[in-house]
């Protein structure tokens, strides 16, 4: 495989030239040395000089990467020589505190450009001294600037070879042929590491492929929230958007007024459902929203949504000092929202404060679009198609028990999304079926699930330890994957615990590999 897309090496059709010249033995093993000459000499290097001079900046941070273009497999489960393609998926790799042997950090990249991820998986950063490890960054097939097929990657034709399997297959294939390729790296441990759905990636990368890594860091992965068992039943689809907010209860002031944030929130719907049964209401909702564009009736299910994105988004990131993962916010934008909505002058523009704090913390925006929700890092066409074939995570609200308006979790219109977008079926239970669920990582091995009390996705991860090697870690005061975050002077003590914990199993396994190298 080439590290080189298009490169292509002169070796072949010379072996052919001079073997047809040869008629003895003699001849013989010289066109076989002359063979291995020339393959070595002019077939595409691991690490091209190109290459290695094509350094990356991370944003943010004083570390540079390296960024490598592998030729990838499209189909890894077709053996068909006539139909197998390929395409350029980009790997990020960092050597600076790296000595030959010493372990390999791998982050399982997901729905997004993988610089952005790299940018926001600090921890990695912050021990790569302590352990001298590489780090590597491996995109996502669809992702950021990994596209098979190109702008048109999303069309129905092509959009098909985007599953789960097929990316952690693209892992995989990048930890055998690039990175054990690497010179002194074909018995380092390498451990997974991953944040959301990165985290789920990482996990189901151990439990698959077990002789690849030697253990996984899953933060904040809701790997038990894909529909299947009892995911999908009413009880686990609300835990989102009742832990969310939880989050707003409590960062309201206390006392008489501990509720009056999420009250006050929960109001605004019936207010924007009143507004919208008029013309004269949809411009006053356009107005108090500063919308780029009017409201229609037909628009009002996409601001609803726009406005659980707003709340639940700072639900996830309510960490303890100002960050721009999914938007630029302040520190825990949850009780500086709730602050802002306090303030209002009704229900409607208590909520229109609110969802500021996440869409306009900058004060920058004129107008806002209800279309775009979150930064452009992630990739939305992409996991539009995911959540709607086999990555279905299925979250609801009741309006009673949550801020929220009733909004039941509809199985049969995200099928029928599938089919009128992407011509797909969905196959609700085939995640289940193929990845596997608690009884899955039950019988694996070397896998840290940390979630945080306040990520609304801790409903759908593991907060049980399942046996003496698969363990869950909780953080009462942890936000979304806080605890693969960059060392923080506000950091709550329950997330530095965490990051201890993480080190402890990291050095464990690779003691372990240690010993098995000795044997």
């Known amino acids: 495989r080439r590290l080189l897309p298009n490169a292509t090496s002169p070796a072949p059709a010379l072996c052919v030239l001079l073997g ?16 291995v000459f020339f393959a070595y000499s002019t077939a595409a290097p691991l ?9 990356e900046n991370v944003k943010g941070n004083t570390h540079s990467l390296d960024t490598l273009w592998y030729d990838q497999v499209l189909d890894h489960f077709s053996f068909s020589a006539s139909t197998q393609r390929y395409f350029r998926q980009r790997v990020l790799v960092n050597r600076d505190h790296w000595k030959m042997g010493g372990p390999i950090f791998f982050y399982t990249g997901n729905e997004g450009d993988i610089a952005w991820f790299a940018e926001n998986t600090g921890f990695m950063w912050d021990i790569a001294p302590e352990f001298g490890a590489m780090l590597v960054f491996s995109e996502h097939r669809y992702y950021g600037e990994s596209l098979p097929f190109g702008n048109a990657s999303f069309t129905p034709e092509n959009v098909q070879y985007l599953t789960v399997e097929q990316a952690l297959a693209d892992h995989a294939t990048v930890i055998d042929s690039v990175v054990r390729g690497m010179p002194g790296a074909d018995q380092s441990p390498i451990v997974a590491f991953g944040g959301s759905y990165g985290g789920m990636l990482a996990a189901w990368l151990r439990a698959k492929y077990p002789s690849v890594v030697v253990g996984a860091i899953a ?69 108090s929203f500063r919308l780029c564009k009017d409201l229609t009736p037909e628009s009002i299910p996409t601001l609803q949504n726009w406005l659980y994105s707003a709340y639940t988004f700072m639900a996830m990131a309510d960490y303890p000092y100002p960050a721009n993962f999914l938007n630029p916010m302040p520190a825990y934008p949850c009780r500086v929202a709730c602050g802002e909505a306090l303030r209002g002058t009704s229900d409607i523009d208590s ?31 992409a996991w539009d198609f995911q959540s709607c074939t086999e990555v279905i995570l299925p979250v609801s609200a009741n309006g009673k028990s949550d801020m929220f308006y009733s909004m039941p979790f509809d199985l049969a219109a995200t099928q029928e999304h599938c089919r009128s977008a992407y011509r797909a079926i969905s196959r609700p239970r085939w995640g289940r079926i193929s990845l596997g669920g608690k009884e899955t990582f039950r019988a694996s091995s070397n896998i840290v699930f940390s979630n945080g009390k306040l990520d609304p996705w801790f409903a759908g991860g593991v907060t049980e330890t399942l046996s003496d090697t698969v363990v869950a870690v909780v953080i009462p005061d942890g936000a979304h994957h806080l605890d693969l975050r960059a060392a923080n002077p506000a950091d709550p003590p329950s997330v530095i615990r965490a990051r201890d914990i993480h080190r402890q199993h990291i050095r464990r396994w690779i003691a372990e590999h240690a010993q098995r190298l000795a044997k």
Not at 241 to 266: E, H, K, Y
């Open 20 to 35: 047809t010249m040869a008629h003895r033995r003699h001849d013989l093993c010289i066109v076989a040395v002359l063979c």
């Open 351 to 381: 909520a229109f404060r609110a969802i500021s704090v996440y869409y306009n913390h900058t004060g920058s925006a004129e107008c806002f679009d209800i279309l775009s929700d979150a930064t452009s890092n992630l990739g939305t066409a």
């Open 47 to 55: 690490l091209p000089s190109s290459l290695a001079a094509t350094r």
């Open 219 to 287: 933060a904040s992965a809701p790997v038990l929230q894909v529909w299947g068992d009892s995911a999908g039943t009413e009880k686990s689809s609300e835990g989102f958007s009742t832990i969310a907010t939880t989050d707003f209860v409590s960062s309201s002031i206390t006392g008489d007024l501990s509720t009056s944030c999420q009250d006050r929130i929960r109001r605004s719907w019936d207010a924007i459902a009143k507004l919208a049964t008029s013309s004269r209401g949809l411009e006053e909702l356009s107005s």
